[in-house]
């Protein structure tokens, strides 16, 4: 069964983070441990055997190498990083992907280039980091940037999103959910789970079939897909998913069916 999956809060954990139990350490960074898994998602991803995982990530290519060696050792293969706008087959850029996210993101080059100007005459050039199909500005005023980009530039072209620390400025063209339908076109899947923590995922979550999300995304998800994951995000999906693979069966139960918000079965 092909699982879409956010990385950052969703599997993994910055090291600001204080969670019960002993981390397991998948990233880091100018010789410092920077990321980790729970020992019970680390547990799950290294045992199951009916998930094929993708990592749908903001992440580039460059922070999601720092993680690729962990993720290898899950038996995870394909990852799309820079919000989908990039494949890795076991590390190795697919050209044809990246060519074909280019020409979509070429419709909004001019909005994108106008939102990057912006960004360049208000912000140092050491905050900003950027690839032909993202970019994002790492400030200490993010809430006012964010309000202002999403001011001055044309939602219907570009999104632009926020966490605590960075303001992202994406193509439409080219978000998670995007990615989600290329993915399943090119590589003939009929249906997939997928899971996210923030705004940025919702696009990939409307797309799967069924759906894992903490209860702030609830509301723009349809409850007949959804599934609510509450206490430590990463842990739940693993409940929840060990849960849906023992109440349906085989691999193929997503055909003609979803789960409601507790699991349940709708035609």
């Not at 020992?39 to 999601?64: C, E, G, H, I, K």
């Not at 990057?116 to 140092?124: S, W």
């Not at 032909?132 to 200490?140: D, E, I, L, R």
């Not at 926020?162 to 899947?189: E, M, Q, W």
Request: with cysteine; charged share 25%; aromatic share 8%.
């Amino acid at each position: 069964m092909l699982f879409f999956t956010d990385l950052d809060n969703t599997v993994i954990y910055s090291h600001r983070h204080e969670l019960p139990g002993d981390p397991v350490w998948v990233e880091m960074l100018n010789g410092r441990r920077q990321s980790f898994m729970t020992a019970r998602t680390a547990a799950f991803y290294r045992t199951q055997d009916w998930l094929f995982p993708v990592p749908l990530t903001t992440r580039n290519s460059q922070q999601y190498a720092r993680l690729a060696p962990a993720l290898a050792s899950l038996g995870w293969h394909d990852a799309l990083v820079s919000n989908g706008a990039e494949l890795l087959r076991d590390g190795v850029p697919d050209p044809e992907w990246r060519e074909e996210s280019r020409d979509l993101a070429e419709r909004h080059r001019q909005e994108f280039e106008k939102a990057l100007k912006l960004v360049c005459g208000m912000e140092p050039p050491e905050a900003l980091v950027r690839n032909p199909f993202m970019f994002y500005v790492k400030t200490g005023r993010a809430r006012e940037l964010h309000a202002f980009l999403t001011r001055e530039t044309d939602p219907a072209q570009v999104t632009v999103l926020r966490d605590s620390r960075k303001v992202y400025c994406i193509p439409n063209t080219l978000n998670k959910g995007a990615a989600v339908r290329r993915y399943l076109v090119r590589f003939g899947h009929e249906s997939c789970i997928a899971a996210g923590d923030s705004e940025f995922d919702i696009p990939m979550l409307l797309m799967a079939d069924i759906c894992l999300c903490p209860e702030e995304l609830s509301g723009y998800l349809p409850a007949e897909k959804r599934i609510i994951c509450s206490g430590v995000f990463s842990d739940a999906i693993c409940d929840r998913l060990q849960e849906l693979r023992r109440t349906k069966g085989s691999p193929g139960f997503l055909k003609g069916c979803s789960a409601g918000e507790n699991g349940e079965e709708t035609k």
